[in-house]
């Protein structure tokens, strides 16, 4: 059974950091290539940075330079750090491994960007 599971999420203000997991079971996690995910209320899923089987990264213009994606495939999990966070970074977090036609996802979690 293929299991993605987030954590990390949270309330912080704005100019804070957060760091997320995404922590994988029932895939061989070092073949995949992972992404982060991020949607608001009305708005289709964005994708906010990935990192590929073989450690490349790309992020989205929105987050270059303030989030740094990460895997450890010993442990099965990527990670996602998130600094000078603003409140445009609102929004829920899911992670996606994809590996061929196979695409996984997790069921997300919160991340608040407020006062």
């Known amino acids: 059974q293929v299991q993605l599971v987030e954590s990390g999420g949270g309330l912080v203000q704005p100019g804070g950091s957060l760091r997320l997991s995404c922590a994988a079971s029932?895939?061989?996690?070092?073949?995949?290539?992972m992404r982060w995910y991020r949607q608001t209320p009305g708005n289709e899923r964005e994708l906010a940075a990935s990192?590929?089987?073989?450690?490349?990264?790309k992020y989205a213009d929105s987050v270059k330079g303030r989030f740094t994606v990460s895997r450890d495939n010993a442990k099965r999990t990527m990670y996602l750090q998130m600094n000078s966070l603003r409140p445009e970074d609102t929004a829920v977090y899911f992670c996606?491994?994809?590996?061929?036609?196979?695409?996984?996802w997790g069921p997300g979690t919160q991340v608040t960007v407020s006062l």
């Open positions: 990192i590929s089987h073989d450690n490349s990264t």
């Open positions: 029932g895939i061989s996690f070092s073949w995949y290539d």
């Open positions: 996606s491994a994809v590996w061929g036609s196979r695409n996984f």
